[in-house]
């Protein structure tokens, strides 16, 4: 082999082994990749699955709430809450239960205001892509009968009284509060919530901010006299102006004031911020020796919306797709038919009425007993009138209820619930409407109920004082004086007129910058000159829906009406729920007690 032999052989095995090695780099290359992209792909898996899980998790817990929602709902409605149910969230079906555990017990505060507790099991299975998680929990309902607040609102409270008010008793709004006066507000109690805001202005106009706010400084039990009394301001803008910290009033907006602008608010001269400051304002004194607490309460510190009973519960009938009876609209009656065929059940209260008024269209009253079976109505305990009411905008027809006659008739209800409706109603003056008169003395505790506007004339339960309410569509207070002769023109002058009657009962909304609904002052409407003259009224104000008949908006003066002298409070019999009326309505929130 010569030397040019040699060399190309020498070349090729150089070519040959830096092949191997290009072979051996691309398939180490090869094979990094792969390990890399398994190690990715298992990444990206375990990635997934956590959030799957995770997803999974969140949708039962997310589940377990609604079935807590459902708890309250029901228990407001004097219902068993439903034994399952299943909800689609973002396409994934996930399905809870609900079974009682069997726990109950009555716990009462200080103050006496008694709660009734009972205890749920609630669990929900959600499963996201193959990963399943299950969400345990157990559950309290506390119900508290409503008329154990001195005002309960469902929706926006707006408390605007001209005179001096003075509001004894608990205070909650499942929505927002506004607080204004044109002289002085004093709320003597340590409960005043709002789950939104709590604000220190007029709704229909956050411009007016005057008057005086006081709040009394949490003490356990508000109502013993031997309990220390202090207050603190819920400043207005103008009074918070005039001290040199700025311009806004001193409610859930307020961000707190750094005086000296260290960046510490909690130096001489600073305020906190709204939230811990509610808590040492209207906390308890420093040298108070009974528990801790704070008197206001909102959003900022967790307040919960309580579960109420719903508009439909007043109806005389309300939607069912598997009812008992239809309705037929050429005679404006509802008929029997065989149970789970018809389109309407019974509202609540009418179906438990122990006795039943109802006025047809034609004028004609028909009267029944418990368990809908027809009575004969005695001649003198019912008959049909007309009244005006300058709000509804004319003559309006009511049923005229004698409660006296009532009394005697062997008649009153045996169960406390008289049930009084007008089949047909409509809006303005076809609203229809019952009015109570002679009512001064009841037989016994009574619970009046209406899906129309009820009129109350003259003392009603000032005789051996039982405990009565009114849940009605729109209560209207009528004096001592009233003779239903008012007409289109002239006020007809008051007298005073004493009421112990706890409410629940319809309003319309405030619509900021425009229409002001009375507020809680005018939530019992009036329709004569009270001016200089005494409203009495004692029991417990509250508001669960807007009215659907009683539309007619707020006015004032004119042929409508002029104010009372309010002399209002909250009736302490009902701290002990034996004193309430029947059939009171409840309202409910849940709590966890165990989560797992």
């Known amino acids: 082999m010569n030397m040019n032999q040699r060399l190309d052989a020498s070349h090729a095995r150089r070519r040959g082994a830096a092949l191997v090695f290009a072979v051996f780099a691309l398939l180490a290359a090869a094979t990094l990749v792969s390990v890399t992209m398994t190690l990715s792909q298992s990444a990206n898996r375990i990635s997934n699955v956590k959030r799957h899980d995770k997803q999974a998790r969140y949708l039962a817990e997310g589940a377990v709430e609604v079935a807590k929602r459902e708890i309250a709902q029901a228990v407001a409605s004097f219902k068993n809450p439903p034994a399952s149910g299943s909800l689609d969230i973002d396409g994934v079906r996930v399905d809870w239960t609900i079974q009682p555990n069997g726990f109950t017990a009555t716990q009462t505060d200080p103050a006496g205001i008694q709660t009734m507790v009972s205890g749920y099991n609630v669990e929900a299975v959600a499963t996201v892509q193959g990963m399943e998680h299950t969400a345990h929990r157990m559950v309290n309902a506390l119900a508290s009968p409503i008329f154990q607040f001195a005002v309960f609102y469902d929706n926006d409270l707006e408390v605007n009284p001209g005179p001096n008010m003075t509001l004894r008793g608990r205070v909650h709004s499942n929505s927002n509060m506004y607080l204004n006066c044109g002289n002085t507000l004093t709320v003597d109690t340590n409960y005043l919530h709002a789950v939104g805001g709590i604000y220190r202005y007029r709704k229909d106009d956050p411009s007016v901010s005057s008057g005086t706010v006081d709040v009394r400084k949490w003490v356990d039990n508000p109502f013993d006299p031997l309990e220390p009394s202090s207050f603190f301001k819920m400043y207005s803008a103008s009074q918070m102006s005039s001290m040199g910290i700025g311009s806004a009033p001193l409610d859930s907006d307020f961000a707190g004031f750094d005086m000296d602008g260290n960046g510490n608010p909690v130096d001489p001269g600073d305020w906190l911020p709204w939230g811990p400051g509610a808590v040492e304002w209207w906390g308890p004194e420093y040298d108070y020796t009974g528990s801790s607490g704070q008197t ?108 006296d006659a009532l009394n005697s008739s062997g008649l009153f209800p045996s169960n406390g619930l008289l049930y009084a409706a007008n089949p047909g109603s409509g809006t303005g003056t076809s609203a229809g409407g019952v009015k109570l008169v002679k009512g001064s003395k009841l037989a016994a505790a009574l619970t009046v109920v209406s899906e129309n506007p009820v009129y109350v004339q003259g003392d009603y339960n000032t005789v051996n004082k039982k405990g009565a309410s009114v849940l009605c569509d729109a209560i209207n207070l009528l004096s001592n004086a009233w003779t239903d002769s008012k007409g289109s023109s002239g006020l007809p002058t008051a007298t005073e007129t004493t009421f112990n009657l706890a409410f629940v009962t319809g309003n319309q909304d405030t619509v900021s910058g425009g229409a002001y609904n009375g507020g809680l002052e005018n939530l019992p409407r009036f329709h004569e000159s009270w001016t200089g003259k005494k409203c009495n009224l004692k029991g417990s104000l509250v508001n669960l829906w807007n009215s659907q008949h009683g539309t007619g908006a707020w006015k004032y003066g004119g042929n409508v009406y002029t104010a009372p002298n309010r002399v209002w409070s909250y009736d302490t019999d009902f701290n002990n729920a034996a004193n309430l009326p029947p059939f009171t309505p409840l309202a409910v929130t849940t709590v966890d007690v165990v989560v797992w």
Not at 309 to 328: H, R, T
Not at 372 to 400: C, F, H, M, N
């Open 296 to 403: 206001v309460m909102d959003s900022a510190h967790g307040v919960q919306t309580a579960a109420v009973p719903l508009l439909d519960s007043i109806a005389m009938f309300e939607a069912d797709p598997a009812g008992s009876w239809d309705y037929n609209p050429a005679t404006g009656d509802y008929t029997a038919v065989a149970p789970g065929t018809g389109a309407y059940s019974k509202g609540y209260y009418h179906d438990q009425a122990g006795l039943t008024l109802l006025t047809k269209p034609d004028g004609t009253i028909k009267a029944y007993g418990a368990g809908g079976v027809a009575l004969t109505l005695p001649g003198g305990i019912a008959q049909v009138k007309s009244i005006y009411d300058a709000r509804q905008g004319g003559y309006v027809k009511v049923t005229e209820i004698d409660m």
